[in-house]
Nanobody
Framework: QVQLQESGPGLVKPSQTLSLTCTVSGGSITTNYYYWSWVRQPPGKGLEWMGAITWRGSTYYSPSLKSRTSISRDTSKNHFTLQLTSVTPEDTAVYYC?????????????????WGQGTQVTVSS
């Protein structure tokens, strides 16, 4: 059973870069046809898919966040990371890492089967 665990700072100052790590257990991030995503939920709003990295290391991003988002991985540590630059208070949210196994990537959060428990990130000075 694939398990995911987010980690990173809970407080980030405006204009800084938000960095989160998702550590994967119970499976390898290089397993064929796995897509590893970041999803967030601002307070009072729905889930927003941010982007994904594939088992091959290819990346997909939400068009609305593409200019500020970077997803990378470290196969030796079996984890993948999110960096979101130039954050504002509007980036305050619970951030989740999620995964699915299928032939294609998806930008719909509910297509993802495996989820971390989520981590609260607040952007404030």
């Amino acid at each position: 059973q694939v398990q995911l665990q987010e980690s990173g700072p809970g407080l980030v100052k405006p204009s800084q870069t938000l960095s989160l790590t998702c550590t994967v257990s119970g499976g390898s991030i290089t397993t064929n046809y796995y897509y590893w995503s970041w999803v967030r939920q601002p307070p009072g709003k729905g889930l927003e898919w941010m982007g994904a990295i594939t088992w091959r290391g290819s990346t997909y991003y939400s068009p609305s966040l593409k200019s500020r988002t970077s997803i990378s991985r470290d196969t030796s540590k079996n984890h993948f990371t999110l960096q979101l630059t130039s954050v504002t208070p509007e980036d305050t949210a619970v951030y989740y890492c999620a995964a699915r196994s299928y032939y294609t990537c998806s930008n719909r959060p509910y297509d993802y089967v495996y989820w971390g428990q989520g981590t609260q990130v607040t952007v404030s000075s």
